[in-house]
């Protein structure tokens, strides 16, 4: 950070005294017009873009990975949801609804992940990959409400006890495990950065763990015959489930309101700039989730008077080290000559 005032807030700066270059997603370097860039009061920027070229930066393909799972799923529920009420077990029932939404997130994080995919247009310039945004905070949504049901309900079977078949309730959950195990294999590959496809991930993961519960729970139910085993496992799963959704909730809300993805820090996303060779300041730096595997980023650079670089050379050495370091892939650059007008929430850096 320098202390330089001459990269303070200016008011009515000289417009030509700045070189402006626009560089969208690492490829085009195209200069506007000074005079299209509208400064407001202090430093108030409208900023226009161009398509340029279209670029699609589509996910990795889990779609077989979505087919398998759903139809096995759902072979697997409708199987536990006719045990569980043969069997009288509330772990079966419950277990089979948190599976049956669990299909439902399947099947949206698959219609997010192929929207993900389609080109940009005129309409929607970044295309629809912020679709697996929103699939991400359904799935969550819609997991944290079947289990406040399923918790409601077990609350009230502590208190009225029925009989449950504990040898059934154990078989079918171990199928359950198979099942559900399997299915998360799937999505393993892309679960470490993929919000999207971590939810799905973790749903079946958790489902496995918790079918694993069901079996301890009919196991206990048949060698105890205490009945009361079955909602007190509920329970537990549930909790279970509410935990393990928290951290898919709290950030699938945070890239939702564009905050900066996680695994990246802007003050090393600064520094990393400020290092480039011929910048000696930058202010109206904003990094932001395109897609739950994307990241954009816009910030405007003070190229020194007296660097060797030109305005081009620092675009794409910038953009090469946000795309290496950071895996920041939608850069827009925008290169200026002191002094320049800044933020008064944001000084020059």
């Not at 929607?124 to 991400?136: E, K, N």
């Not at 959704?245 to 520094?271: C, E, F, N, Y």
């Amino acid at each position: 950070m320098t202390s330089d005032h001459s990269h303070t807030c200016a008011h009515g700066h000289d417009h030509t005294d700045h070189d402006h270059y626009s560089h969208a997603d690492g490829h085009d370097h195209a200069s506007h017009d000074p005079q299209d860039h509208d400064h407001e009061g202090c430093g108030g920027h409208d900023h226009g873009f161009g398509f340029g070229r279209p670029h699609t930066h589509a996910p990795a393909n889990f779609g077989r990975a979505f087919a398998i799972g759903i139809v096995l799923n759902t072979i697997y529920v409708v199987a536990e949801a006719l045990w569980g009420v043969w069997a009288h077990s509330l772990s079966l029932l419950a277990d089979a609804g948190h599976n049956l939404s669990d299909i439902l997130g399947l099947g949206a994080a698959w219609l997010a992940e192929s929207l993900a995919r389609r080109a940009p247009t005129t309409r929607f310039t970044y295309g629809l990959r912020r679709s697996t945004i929103l699939a991400a905070f359904v799935n969550a949504t819609v997991l944290l409400l079947v289990t406040g049901g399923i918790i409601w309900e077990s609350i009230v079977r502590l208190f009225a006890n029925a009989p449950v078949e504990g040898s059934v309730v154990s078989w079918v959950a171990l199928v359950g495990i198979a099942v559900n195990a399997f299915t998360a294999l799937l999505f393993m590959k892309g679960a470490s950065n993929d919000l999207n496809i971590r939810g799905a991930f973790m749903h079946m993961a958790s489902d496995a763990m918790m079918a694993f519960a069901v079996v301890i729970a009919g196991l206990l139910i048949t060698w105890t015959g205490f009945q009361i085993i079955d909602p007190i496992v509920s329970l537990i799963v549930s909790v279970s489930i509410i935990v393990a959704t928290w951290s898919l909730l709290k950030g699938s809300v945070s890239l939702s309101l564009d905050g900066v993805p996680a695994g990246i820090v802007p003050a090393d996303v600064q520094a990393a700039l400020l290092a480039v060779p011929g910048v000696s300041g930058l202010h109206h730096l904003h990094i932001w989730p395109m897609s739950t595997t994307e990241t954009a980023l816009t910030v405007h650079l003070l190229r020194d008077e007296a660097a060797q670089q030109s305005p081009e050379q620092i675009i794409t050495q910038a953009t090469i080290l946000l795309r290496d370091k950071f895996k920041i892939s939608h850069p827009t650059f925008q290169i200026e000559s002191p002094p320049a007008s800044c933020d008064l929430q944001q000084v020059c850096c």
